[in-house]
């Protein structure tokens, strides 16, 4: 046996999963967890499950995150069974014989949830349908859980999408430059500096009142959605270690940001780097279709101005990542977070030239002028 499938041994152990593992492959899609996917002979059957080692690094206190998961997979399974929905619409884990949803031993902070049947995650596409589906699903996600009490959950990373306080952070590791790599990127700096003042917007509109939070994903990928291998529609959204109260420009804009890039996040070529409007329309058709009635004027009015404060947001992170020594982030090579750093900065630097076209679209779609 090689060393992976005696590791998933010892995890499917601790859950009492019995029956012999036939396989164990790697998912390399995040940038934050360790992900597998494990094939077992259970009764006869072929059963698989989704083991995932949680970054303790990056979330302080993983029991809480277990937490929020529990009750929004409840609520979530409650609401599906109201509406006679399939039960694959939504994320099932596994219980150890203690009655947790996760074990922590010297292997480390595991969980185990039932794998989609029929699913396939996608990085990249270039079919608006696929931008659409998304939509519909984080849109259905966010509908799901608008009559969720928001207080019950707790804050698994304080400050998570406060864009004014990442940029404070981006300052003050340049003050202190732990790396001695600041002199490498002095002119992403000075456009971030350039930027801030339209990304740090939403702070000031929730200071103000005119924007409050709800319980929002915080982590839209397009890789964050599970599609049908069949019919190509998406069936549910995953990875909910960030849900929390937050922002629907965040979702919105999060989701626009990695779907409707014509690039990979980490492009190094920046000259393929833009936003593909009719991706950005055909999202902004999904979600907004599923979430229209219940969103205010200011949440609809500032939405694309949310996939340019994500995408700025980015930068942020990924550059005070590379400036504190690529600590957060798992990266494939030396510089990989200063390549996404730049890769981002096109990206928002192109996304604020096209505000006026994407907030025209999503007026269209809304049924009302701003
Ligand atoms: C991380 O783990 P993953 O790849 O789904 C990160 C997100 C970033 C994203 C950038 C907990 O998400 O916030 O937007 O990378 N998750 C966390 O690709 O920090
Ligand atoms: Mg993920």
Redesign the pocket.
């Known amino acids: 046996m090689n060393d992976i499938l005696i590791l998933m041994r010892r995890i499917a152990d601790a859950f009492s999963l019995e029956g012999e593992i036939l396989e164990a492959k790697v998912i390399s899609?995040?940038?934050?967890?360790n992900t597998y996917a494990v094939t077992l002979r259970l009764d006869g059957e072929d059963r698989s499950f989704v083991f995932q080692r949680i970054n303790v690094f990056?979330f302080k206190k993983p029991r809480l995150i277990m937490e929020n998961i529990e009750l929004v997979t409840r609520h979530v399974e409650e609401k599906l069974a109201l509406l006679g929905r399939s039960r694959d619409e939504g994320m099932h884990f596994l219980y150890t014989p203690q009655g947790e949803n996760y074990c922590e031993n010297e292997d480390g902070f595991w969980r185990i949830s039932e794998y989609v049947p029929d699913s396939v995650t996608v990085n990249f596409s270039e079919d608006p349908n696929v931008l659409r589906s998304a939509g519909r699903a984080f849109g259905r996600f966010q509908t799901m859980l608008s009559d969720f009490d928001a207080t019950k959950l707790h804050e698994t990373?304080p400050h998570f999408h406060d864009t004014r306080s990442r940029i404070e952070q981006l300052w003050q590791h340049v003050k202190e430059d732990p790396c001695k790599r600041v002199s490498e990127v002095t002119h992403e700096l000075e456009r971030i500096r350039a930027l801030s003042p339209t990304a740090v917007r939403f702070g000031e509109l929730v200071d103000r009142g005119e924007l409050t939070y709800r319980v929002t994903h915080?982590?839209t990928?397009i890789?964050?959605v599970l599609f049908d291998a069949i019919t190509g529609e998406a069936k549910t959204v995953i990875?909910l270690?960030?849900v929390m109260p937050g922002l629907v420009a965040h979702d919105f804009g999060?989701a626009i940001r990695?779907g409707a890039s014509t690039a990979a996040?980490d492009e190094p070529d920046l000259s393929k780097v833009s936003l593909d409007m009719d991706r950005f329309r055909a999202y902004a058709e999904g979600f907004i279709g599923e979430v229209r009635s219940s969103l205010t004027r200011c949440e609809l009015e500032t939405l694309a101005l949310g996939a340019f404060t994500m995408t700025l947001e980015?930068v942020v992170?990924f550059l005070d990542d590379y400036l504190t020594g690529d600590q957060?982030?798992k990266t494939a090579y030396p510089g990989h977070n200063l390549v996404r750093a730049r890769c981002q900065l096109a990206l928002a630097e192109d996304m604020l030239e096209k505000l006026d076209a994407m907030n025209r679209i999503v007026s269209e779609i809304a049924g009302f002028a701003f």
Do not use: P, S
Not at 29 to 33: A, F, K, L
């Open positions: 899609n995040g940038h934050i967890n990056v990373i915080n982590d990928k890789n964050n990875d270690d960030t999060d990695f996040e980015l992170r957060y982030f």
